[in-house]
């Protein structure tokens, strides 16, 4: 495990740092952080690249769930598949849950309820992996300074082509779980993120689908211990958006 602080349903714990050891024995001093966790490639990227950097010690992962579905907000993917990326990346988990029909405020104040727990327990950070959307990001700043906290954006103004193919050349894999209908056509939902998916996107569509033209699941890459194992299930439409359910297989039997 990356660190030893293990959420207990929503209630942080204070760990206690003694400052005068650490400054005598000359020890760097790390952040503690949370990562906005969507299960996808972005959020994958921005965990990898947060990880290099010595100064920060990444005490969760934080994701909404939509209660309704039991699946990744937006992203659509089955709460056990999230639980499984968390156990292979060695990080705690920590859900929120919404519903399906949930309003900004009620989602922002959730989120803030649950970070100010984080806070007293000396988390001064989220990261997230964001790279274009000003307005995304200043909503994100805006709500995290009412309760004293910063954002990190380690993908900030990253060109997201070359961020893209950064990730396949690192050996990330990720499956499309989500597509907006009105840019992108049902065959791009349930294929794999590579070379070719890259080369068929549509000139008007961003790379990264920073504009949500797409969501992700990533299954695989140097972040994690081992891979995630599914298999492709049915495709829905839904409010313009097309889902391919992913069925999570057990290694026992695969």
């Known amino acids: 495990m990356e660190n030893s602080f293990v959420p207990d349903t929503?209630?942080?714990?204070?760990?206690?740092?003694?400052?005068?050891?650490?400054?005598?024995?000359?020890?760097?001093?790390?952040?503690?952080?949370?990562?906005?966790?969507s299960g996808g490639k972005d959020s994958a990227m921005a965990l990898y690249e947060i990880r290099k950097n010595q100064r920060y010690e990444i005490l969760a992962l934080i994701t909404t769930v939509t209660e309704e579905y039991d699946r990744i907000s937006m992203h659509g993917v089955r709460r056990i598949l999230l639980e499984r990326q968390a156990e292979s990346?060695?990080?705690?988990?920590?859900?929120?849950?919404?519903?399906?029909?949930?309003?900004?405020?009620?989602?922002?104040?959730?989120?803030?309820?649950?970070?100010?727990?984080?806070?007293?327990?000396?988390?001064?950070?989220?990261?997230?992996?964001?790279?274009l959307l000003e307005d995304v990001r200043e909503y994100r700043e805006d709500n995290l300074s009412k309760i004293g906290m910063k954002g990190l954006f380690p993908l900030w103004k990253r060109d997201t082509s070359n961020l893209v193919k950064t990730s396949i050349n690192l050996g990330f894999k990720a499956v499309v779980t989500c597509v907006d209908s009105k840019v992108l056509d049902k065959r791009f939902v349930g294929r794999l993120i590579d070379k070719r998916f890259l080369a068929e996107l549509p000139p008007t569509v961003d790379p990264c689908g920073e504009n949500g033209e797409y969501h992700?699941?990533?299954f695989d890459g140097p972040i994690f211990n081992e891979r995630i194992l599914y298999i492709l299930g049915e495709v829905v439409l839904r409010d313009s958006f097309y889902f391919c359910d992913l069925i999570p297989v057990d290694r026992s039997v695969s």
């Open 10 to 37: 929503g209630l942080a714990r204070p760990i206690p740092l003694h400052l005068d050891r650490f400054q005598q024995e000359g020890m760097i001093m790390t952040e503690k952080v949370l990562l906005a966790w």
């Open 216 to 218: 992700s699941f990533v």
């Open 89 to 131: 990346l060695g990080l705690p988990l920590q859900e929120i849950f919404i519903s399906k029909n949930e309003s900004s405020e009620e989602y922002g104040s959730k989120m803030r309820e649950v970070l100010a727990k984080f806070y007293q327990a000396g988390v001064s950070s989220v990261v997230f992996g964001d790279t």
